[in-house]
């Protein structure tokens, strides 16, 4: 095993000059409009952030520059918040990681579904007085009450967390198993002949070639959940007491409850400058070295 010890294999893809300049031209189209739907935007609602753009007074919106995004920071219901959509991030991404080696045949089924209706689904099995999760616990004997889920503000998280975990565990699953099914088999055969374990050659070669999809599973969920909306504004609206608030909820509110258009502009550029900062951790943690 010591060939292999070391040894990180990577699946490595080079297309010719000629192809490279054909992928460029069908791809522009579509870069096209993503830049002008995706861009314009952008640029708008940066200008907004830097105003005091509050709706119920629109006389008076003086440029205040960082002044937003300063407020923000400073504020402990922001931090509040992001340390709640942390705990769901990491909570969420790190079971449907678990979950994708157990999980195969059925569970494309739960991906097919649209975020409001997931959530709509779980806010009525979760739900106090009718809901099938209170009446499975206490037909089975398991409790001899009903449990307000999504009430108490010790257990909402969990119960969101659960949705989210349902609804997304296949993107994960569907991606690393397409990763195992490309894993070459000589280098485990000549692993096998010099005496490897099924866990080195797990290791050292299935590990090393799926690498790269699990960052881009990673990224990409953690992406997702770090601004998930849908599913808990569904479920809770971010109650209660707070405790589901996390910081697009958070954001949804400055925005929207209080009208306050710049204070919500400015979170959306510090959610995405969080979550630029959550993908770069995870590239410098999973990037590995070429192979040798």
Request: hydrophobic share 55%; no cysteine.
């Amino acid at each position: 095993m010591q060939l292999f010890a070391g040894r990180r294999l990577r699946p490595t893809l080079r297309l010719p000059k000629g192809e490279k300049w054909l992928a460029g031209a069908m791809i522009a189209p579509a870069a096209f409009v993503i830049f002008f739907v995706a861009a314009v935007p952008l640029v708008g609602v940066l200008w907004m952030s830097l105003y005091h753009h509050v709706l119920t007074n629109p006389n008076n919106q003086p440029f205040v520059g960082l002044g937003n995004y300063t407020n923000q920071l400073g504020n402990p219901d922001f931090w509040a918040a992001v340390q709640r959509s942390v705990v769901f991030t990491v909570a969420s991404t790190g079971i449907e990681l678990v979950l994708r080696w157990i999980l195969r045949g059925l569970v494309i089924l739960p991906w097919a579904l649209p975020g409001v209706s997931n959530a709509l689904m779980w806010r009525w099995i979760d739900q106090a007085q009718y809901g099938a999760l209170n009446a499975a616990l206490t037909q089975t004997g398991l409790t001899d009450s009903y449990i307000n889920w999504l009430g108490d503000p010790h257990i909402a998280m969990f119960m969101v967390v659960i949705a989210d975990v349902y609804k997304n565990t296949p993107l994960v699953a569907l991606l690393i198993l397409a990763a195992l099914q490309t894993v070459p088999k000589e280098p485990i055969e000549a692993a096998r002949v010099d005496g490897a374990g099924s866990f080195q050659i797990f290791r050292y070669i299935t590990l090393s070639w799926i690498k790269p999809v699990i960052l881009i599973a990673l990224v990409l969920r953690t992406m997702d959940a770090f601004k998930v909306f849908d599913t808990i504004w569904i479920m809770t609206k971010g109650g209660p007491a707070n405790s589901t608030q996390t910081i697009a909820i958070y954001a949804y509110q400055t925005a929207y409850n209080t009208y306050n258009f710049g204070g919500g502009a400015a979170l959306g550029y510090l959610i995405a400058l969080l979550i630029a900062v959550l993908a770069a951790i995870y590239i410098r943690l999973l990037r590995g070295g070429p192979a040798k």
